[in-house]
Structures are given as structure tokens and as C-alpha cells.
């Protein structure tokens, strides 16, 4: 089992940035692909953006490139999402995500094994 704690969380103003952290433990050897996911209510969860440990291949979704980026430091075994220009419409419940035994850079929910617990973002206008 893989365990994914997100944090990082919080209020902002539109305009602002936030960064989230997701930290991995357990059988980390089996992941090789990290994403982030949101979720507001009564929504599907949709893809944000994921980054694969070895090389840094990364994917975004439109509506967050050019504002959001994914990073990740392997010692630590974490994954960053650095949020910036942040709108109220990137209101979500963040949540960290890791397929098993996958170097896809999935962009669907099913691709994906492990799920974070979520981490609360509020942009307020």
C-alpha cells in the first residue's frame, strides 16, 4: 500500500498563489507517476496535472497551464503543485494521486490507485 498526505491547503484572494505538498510512504517503489485532482461539489473529480518520478515528464490540464506547476523531490518522496494567479473558479478539493506500476501520465480518475485524503483550496473574489 502507498499512503499520499496532501497539505497546504487554505484561503486566498483571487490573484494569489499557494503551494500544496503531498507526501508518499509505504510501497513507494510501485509508484512511478504522481497527479493532482479537484473536486467541487456535486462535480466529477478532474484532472489537474501529474509528473512521473524519473525523468519529470509532466501534463496539465488547459484550464490550469501557465498558472499551475508540479514538481517533485524524490529524496523527500513529495510532490509540489505550485499555484499562481489563482481565480474563484480554482475552488476545489485538491486531492494527490498515485497509479501502481503505471508510467502513464493518467488524466482519468480510474487510472489511478492511491488517493490523498484532499486539502480544502478557497479562492475568494
Known amino acids: 500500500q502507498v499512503q499520499l498526505v496532501e497539505s497546504g491547503g487554505g484561503l486566498v484572494q483571487a490573484g494569489g498563489s499557494l503551494r500544496l505538498s503531498c507526501v508518499a510512504s509505504g510501497r513507494t517503489f510501485s509508484t512511478y507517476v504522481m497527479g493532482w485532482f479537484r473536486q467541487t461539489p456535486g462535480k466529477e473529480r478532474e484532472f489537474v496535472t501529474a509528473?512521473?518520478?524519473?525523468?519529470?515528464?509532466?501534463s496539465y490540464a488547459d484550464s490550469v497551464k501557465g498558472r499551475f506547476t508540479i514538481s517533485r523531490d524524490n529524496a523527500k518522496n513529495t510532490v509540489y503543485l505550485q499555484m499562481n494567479s489563482l481565480k474563484p473558479e480554482d475552488t476545489a478539493v485538491y486531492y494527490c494521486?498515485?497509479?501502481?506500476?503505471?508510467?502513464?501520465?493518467?488524466?482519468?480518475?480510474?487510472?489511478?490507485?492511491?488517493w490523498g485524503q484532499g486539502t480544502q483550496v478557497t479562492v475568494s473574489s
Open positions: 494521486a498515485a497509479p501502481d506500476r503505471s508510467y502513464t501520465l493518467g488524466t482519468r480518475r480510474n487510472q489511478y490507485d492511491y
Open positions: 509528473i512521473r518520478w524519473t525523468d519529470g515528464s509532466t
